[in-house]
């Protein structure tokens, strides 16, 4: 099958070159920087000029915009990138009777009631980025192409930026640091994130068309994620929990973002793993 990746260049795009290595599967690895083959998927005569070339079956898409306080300013990018362009990602898969792997977000939701959320459960996001990847859904299933969209939550991994690195960075420099406990989720690991993407490709069931959640299995609050990245880096910060308001922000986040992973588990036949036994891993590559 002949696989199209874009935003190669981010998190889940370097996962997915690992995936791809060990595949028999023919993958073009796609960007709009780091050297990758250009690809702006905002341009929807580009993308379909490279799905007919080099005959595409599938797209999974892994760039986004992804910086959550910018995009309360940046609204009309983030749009474009998280929304049209995904429809036109789905529009060029629909012409070629191709499938789309798409990836959203657990800010889809609000976040106000603590219990799992599972992927029939209304949406409100509270802030733009969360809004625009939920168009971006709303686009891709508008086209009526053979779609799978996993909501994912906290991605971390040794590439780009992330919460993890942010934390190893402050962990080692400052004496103290205040971090939030009242906004509760799961970590998730990229490598993780791309190893399910390719079992999903590689047991062949890209017609299992909707929405699925997938994160790391357990839960625990920013604050909780960040003591265990500084004890796992051997680092020695005094972290204290704080509220929201105390942490000032543009924009709302979910008090309670969890995500419920039956769906995806039991369709694709996929285990998951703990969120600290992946943290572990991610810190060992990044101290290589
Ligand atoms: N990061 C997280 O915590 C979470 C992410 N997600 C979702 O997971 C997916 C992957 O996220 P992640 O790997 O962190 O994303 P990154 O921000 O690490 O990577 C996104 C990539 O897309 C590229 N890109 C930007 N504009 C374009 C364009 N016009 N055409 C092609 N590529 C472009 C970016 O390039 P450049 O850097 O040059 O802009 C970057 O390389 C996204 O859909 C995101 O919304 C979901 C939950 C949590
Ligand atoms: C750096 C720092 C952050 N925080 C808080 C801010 C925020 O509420 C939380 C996490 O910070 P971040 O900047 O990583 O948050 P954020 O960019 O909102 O992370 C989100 O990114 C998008 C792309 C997603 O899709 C989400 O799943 C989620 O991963 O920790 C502190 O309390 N203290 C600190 O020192």
Redesign the pocket.
């Known amino acids: 099958m002949n696989i199209l990746v874009t935003g190669a260049n981010g998190q889940l795009g370097h996962e997915m070159q690992s995936v791809a290595e060990k595949s028999g599967d023919k993958f073009v690895f796609t960007d709009v920087a780091g050297g990758y083959e250009r690809l702006d998927i905002t341009d929807v005569e580009a993308v379909r000029r490279m799905v007919a070339e080099r005959e595409i079956e599938v797209i999974v898409n892994c760039a986004a915009y ?1 910086n ?1 306080d910018k995009a309360e300013t940046d609204v009309e990018l983030a749009d474009m990138l998280n929304n049209k362009a995904a429809g036109n990602l789905a529009q060029a898969m629909k012409e070629v009777d191709g499938t789309l792997i798409h990836v959203s ?3 889809v939701f609000q976040g106000d009631r603590n219990v799992p959320c599972r992927e029939e459960w209304p949406t409100n996001p509270l802030g733009v ?1 969360g809004k625009t990847k939920l168009a971006g859904e709303k686009s891709i299933e508008a086209t009526g192409c053979k779609h799978i969209i996993i909501r994912t ?3 971390y991994s040794k590439w780009g930026k992330n ?1 993890v690195k ?1 934390m190893q960075n ?1 962990t080692a420099t400052r004496d103290t ?4 406990f009242d ?1 509760v989720g799961t970590p998730t690991y990229a490598g993780d994130l791309a190893a399910v993407i390719g079992h999903i490709i590689g047991s062949g069931q890209l017609d299992k068309t909707g929405v699925y959640h997938f994160s790391n299995e357990g839960v625990c609050s ?1 604050f909780d994620f960040a003591k265990a990245i500084c004890e796992l880096s051997g680092n020695t910060c005094d972290i204290q929990p ?1 509220y ?1 308001e105390e ?1 000032p ?1 543009p924009v709302e ?1 979910p008090h309670f973002s969890v995500l419920d992973k039956s769906k995806l588990k039991s369709t694709f036949g996929v285990t998951v793993p703990y969120w600290t036994d992946s943290l572990k891993k991610c810190i060992a590559e990044l101290a290589e």
Do not use: E, G, I, P
């Open positions: 992804t959550v977000t657990d800010y980025y939550a906290w991605l919460f942010t402050l640091l205040k971090v939030v906004q920013w704080c929201s942490f922000s986040r």
